[in-house]
């Protein structure tokens, strides 16, 4: 089953604009992690945030998490064409032995036109 | 150091058939998940090793389904009697495992593209 609820589903920005994608989920975390991935292949890993922080920069990515709300969101700043992909926040909880069971959203495809 | 990585990059098979998908992960990485994707939607959870021992295999969907990482290295996701509806991106992602950033992030092979005809 899928937590994590992406908002918009599919998104188009000229480039230069800022991109804004939402993400709800339904039960507690220990953290969020956003993930890129282009052509329907591997995915990246772009941050992590985790569920006592509110906030959190990584170049031109900025991450916000409120727990309160249930929601993260993920904006990209001065976009560029090579940001098109689709974007998925995967929440992160504790499965024992060490590691965190990842649960996807369906992702928002970005669009970022020259 | 190299990343994770799936062979073969696609698959292409018959309903009934047996197949078997394999991922090498990060050297040194405890943690061994698959995932699969199917179009349009978010990767979705099968199984999880931690060494050698499959810790978590809720996610499997049925006993078609099996999955062993004998040296806790490489491990081999395989199915029996596959069906159409078997047909996804098949991923496989690794981390480290314990508390802290990079120990709790997962790291993505490029997947397994499997079409059962």
């Known amino acids: 089953s899928q937590q994590g609820e992406e908002d918009p589903q599919a998104l188009s920005i000229q480039e230069g604009e800022n991109a804004t994608m939402n993400c709800s989920y339904k039960?507690?975390?220990?953290?969020l992690q956003w993930y890129r991935q282009n052509s329907g292949r591997g995915l990246v890993h772009l941050i992590l945030?985790?569920?006592?922080?509110r906030e959190k920069h990584s170049g031109r990515l900025r991450v916000t998490l409120d727990t309160s709300k249930k929601s993260s969101s993920l904006l990209i700043t001065a976009s560029r064409a090579a940001d098109t992909a689709s974007y998925f926040c995967?929440?992160?909880?504790?499965?024992?032995?060490?590691?965190?069971?990842?649960?996807f959203g369906k992702g928002t495809k970005l669009s970022v036109i020259p | 150091g190299a990343g994770v990585s799936q062979t073969p990059s696609n698959k292409v098979t018959e309903k009934g058939k047996y197949v078997e998908l394999r991922c090498d992960p990060i050297?040194?990485?405890?943690?061994l998940y698959w995932y699969r994707q199917s179009l349009g939607q978010g990767p979705e959870f099968l199984i999880y090793?931690?060494?050698?021992?499959?810790?978590?295999d809720s996610g499997l969907p049925n006993d078609r389904f099996f999955a062993v990482r004998p040296e806790g290295s490489v491990s081999t996701l395989k199915i029996q009697r596959t069906e159409r509806g078997d047909s996804a991106v098949y991923l496989c992602?690794?981390?480290?495992?314990?508390?802290?950033?990079?120990?709790?992030?997962?790291?993505f092979g490029p997947g397994t593209r499997l079409l059962v005809l």
């Open positions: 050297s040194g990485h405890t943690a």
């Open positions: 039960t507690s975390i220990n953290n």
């Open positions: 995967a929440t992160a909880t504790y499965s024992g032995a060490g590691s965190y069971q990842l649960t």
């Open positions: 992602a690794s981390s480290s495992g314990g508390r802290g950033t990079y120990q709790e992030t997962q790291y």
């Open positions: 945030i985790r569920s006592n922080e």
């Open positions: 090793f931690q060494g050698t021992g499959a810790a978590d």
